[in-house]
C-alpha cells in the first residue's frame, strides 16, 4: 500500500502509509509557506501483483496567517528634505503581495517609498501589507518635520521723510510658513541713540531729530527660527516756515514804519530773514528780524518777506504798501488833527495823541493845533511869555512879540505881568507903585526863562537833525 499526494508548487510525494489495525493512515504535514491544493490517492497491489488506485481527493490548503508590516525609516527630519521609507522587513508565511503606503493625503504602493516633506509638522506614515489572502495588515510610524523655514519679512518703509512727520514702518505683510512669534525693532538714531519697540508697526515720533535713521527689524516665527532687515531712513526737514501774513496798508508820505516777522516760527528754527521793497524809488533788500522802512515818495510798494530756515525752505509773504501823499482832509488816527500837521510837527498820525502834551505847557496836542502854536514849543513865538499865559489873555501865541505891549495901560509890560504873575489886562493898583527891586528880580527870571526856552529849541533842532540823519541813512 502506498500513498501519493501533491501540494500546489511541489513535487508529487510517495510513501507508505501506517497500517493502523485493519487500516491505512499518513500524517501529510503542508509546510507553512505552503497554500493551494493538497491532492492525494492511495495505491494498493495484492500478492498476485493486481493494482488498484483510489480517485485523487483534493483538499484546499488555506493560510490563515495575517502579514507582519515593519516600517524602517527616520523619525525626526527637517523639512525640505526627501526621505526614503522601507517595509521590506515585513514578514508573511507565503509572502507579501503588495505594499501600500499612505503620507500626507497621498498614497504610494511599493515595498520602498520615497517622499519630500515641504511642510513642517506632525505626520503619521501608515503602511499597509496584503498577501493576497488574509486581510491587509498597518503599521504606523510618527513623523516630526522640524521648521527651518524663516519668515519672509514684508517691511513697508519710506526712504526719505521730513522730521515733521510720525515715521510709520509697517511689517504686517510678513509671513511664515508655521507662524510669526514675534517683530523686534532696533531704532539709531542720529547721536547713536536706540528706540527699541516690538510689535508688527513701528511709529516714532521724528521731531527735532535729523539725519541718518537705521532701522532693524527681527522677525521670530514659533519654531524659533528668525529674519532680520535692515533699511536706512534719511530724514530731512522738508518743512517750509509757518509765516503769519502782512495786511495790505495804506499810508502817507513822509511815514516811516517798523515791519516786523509778526512771531513766525520754523521746527528747526528760521536762519534768514529777508526783505525786499519794491517802490517808485528803487528795489532794496534788507536783512534781519525788522524793517524799518521810510516812504518818501507816493505810490505803490511791493514788500516781500522771505524767511529760510537751516535747511533752505523757504517761505514767502507778499503785500502792498500804498502810499499817498497827505491833505488838509486826512486824519488816519480820527483824533481831530489832520496827518500833514501832525508829521509836519513830529507827532504820530496813526497814534491818538490829541490829549498828549509833549513840551508841558498844559496845552493839549489838539488845543495847539486849534491855536496854530508848537506842540513841542511852549512858547511859540519866542517873546519870552508862554504859550499858555499868552492864550489865557487873549494874545496871539503865534506870530506877534506881545512882551512890551500894555493893553491894561498900567505902565507894566505883559513881560513884567507875567513875571509877576498879573493880570495884564486890568490894572493893579498896587502894581502901578513901581519898584526896581521888582525889576531886577524880573529881568533874572525873564533871563531864566529865556535860557530855558533856548534849551528846549536847541534840544528840538538836535532832534530834528538826527530824524533827518537817519532818513537820509
Partial sequence: MTITYTLTGLDPVTIEPVQVGGSYAQLISVPNQIKGTLTYSFTAV???GNLVVTEPVEIDVLDDELPIPVIIGPTIIDQHMTVTFSGQGSTDNVGIETFTWF??????TGPVMNFTFDIAGDYIIELYTDDGTNPATRTTLALTVRDIDRPVIDLVVPDEIGNH???????????????IASFSWKVILPGFDQVIRSGPVLDLDLNNILGEVYLHLTVRDEA???????RMIQVKDLMAPTIIPHSNLTIVTGDRLTFSDLGSTDNIGISEYRWSVSGPENTRTLLGHEMIYYFSRSGEYKITLT????????????????VQDPDASTDSDSDGIPDIWEMDHGLDRLLDDAKLDPDSDTISNLDEY???????????????LPDDW??????????ADNSSGDPDNDGITNIDEYIHNTDPTAVDKEQTRWDPTYLALGSV?????????????????????????????
Fill in 46 to 48: 495484492d500478492s498476485s
Fill in 103 to 108: 503620507v500626507a493625503g497621498q498614497t504610494v
Fill in 165 to 179: 512727520l510720525r515715521l510709520v514702518a509697517n511689517a504686517t505683510g510678513s509671513t511664515d510658513n508655521v507662524g
Fill in 224 to 230: 524659533g527660527n528668525s529674519a532680520e532687515v535692515t
Fill in 307 to 322: 524767511l529760510i530756515d537751516s535747511s533752505g525752505n523757504e517761505a514767502i509773504d507778499e503785500f502792498t504798501v500804498t
Fill in 370 to 384: 486849534l491855536h496854530g502854536t508848537d506842540p513841542k514849543n511852549l512858547d511859540t513865538d519866542g517873546d519870552g
Fill in 390 to 399: 499868552e492864550i489865557m489873555f487873549g494874545f496871539d501865541p503865534v506870530t
Fill in 445 to 473: 527870571i525873564v533871563a531864566v526863562v529865556a535860557l530855558v526856552l533856548i534849551l528846549i529849541a536847541m534840544g528840538y533842532y538836535l532832534t530834528n537833525v538826527q530824524n533827518m540823519v537817519r532818513k537820509k541813512k
